[in-house]
């Protein structure tokens, strides 16, 4: 049995929610609220000692990492094949599942920014020391210590928007060569889409047609595919309201 601990719209719980509908597959979905901190929670450290969701629990062995997930769906259900056979364009799927983990940490800024920065200002010191000290990722403690006391400087949100643009630029390359990233539809499509989705909830200026038009006609594609209609919906069970978001900002 499968069981996905999750958190709605969040940009790694939406690759995998993706992959696991585009193969079909059940699983028991247990939400996680990172603006209550359920993360943090000692149970749920037990799963995923990084305090980071998602995480895939199968027959009661956890597996964790967004990417790490998607490969592991490939491999118990090799149908549909989500990764390419050929092996060098299955070195380029990982790139890009790379690429979208990296490009991640510039878009978690941009969503700070655009969508937090009230939020976490107005939590009291008191909380903000609760935060930060409960999550265990020495990197991402220092990130919520950035946040909470200051945020990001325009600086930093113009460096995070030129990375983006930078990986949309690489995009707008692989896709010159054909609808999906690398030949077939794949988990370079999944892990990538997850990134572009926020940028049009950012409605991020760099996110255009005039400049990226590839990638915005792929967008659209995978906008058109059922699975993904059926996992955006906001406001079901597994997607209730305000699931796109952390209020440590990193979602
Ligand atoms: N892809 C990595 C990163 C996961 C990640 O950054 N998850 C965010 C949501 S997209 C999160 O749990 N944020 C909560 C926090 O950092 O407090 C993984 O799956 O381990």
Redesign the pocket.
């Known amino acids: 049995m499968l069981e996905l601990y999750h958190?709605g719209l969040?940009?790694?719980?939406k690759q995998v929610r993706l992959t696991l509908r585009e193969k079909n597959l059940d699983y028991v979905s247990h939400f996680v609220d990172?603006r209550t901190y359920e993360?943090y929670s000692a149970e749920y450290l037990k799963i995923n000692p990084?305090?980071?969701?998602?995480s895939l629990v199968d027959d009661g062995r956890a597996i964790?990492?967004?990417?790490a997930i998607m490969e592991y769906l490939d491999d118990i259900c090799p149908e549909p094949p989500l990764r390419p056979a050929d092996p060098k364009k299955r070195a380029d799927m990982r790139r890009w599942l790379s690429t979208s983990?990296t490009t991640?940490m510039s878009v978690m800024t941009l969503t700070y920014n655009a969508f937090l920065k009230p939020e976490v200002e107005a939590l009291s010191d008191g909380d903000k020391e609760t935060v930060m000290a409960a999550?265990p990722v020495p990197e991402?403690r220092e990130r919520i210590r950035r946040i909470a006391y200051g945020g990001y400087s325009e600086d930093e949100e113009s460096r995070a928007m030129d990375m983006t643009a930078y990986t949309l630029g690489q995009m707008e390359d692989a896709l010159s060569h054909g609808e999906w990233m690398v030949g077939d539809y794949s988990l370079a499509d999944i892990s990538l889409f997850a990134l572009t989705h926020r940028l049009g909830e950012l409605d991020a200026e760099i996110f255009d047609a005039s400049r990226f038009p590839g990638v915005v006609a792929w967008h659209k594609r995978m906008l058109a595919r059922p699975a993904v209609a059926h996992i955006m919906q906001p406001g079901t069970a597994e997607t209730p309201a305000n699931s796109a978001l952390?209020l440590?900002g990193?979602?």
């Open positions: 958190s969040t940009t790694c719980s990172l993360h990084n305090g980071l969701v998602p964790i990492n967004s990417l983990d991640h999550n991402r952390s440590s990193l979602g």
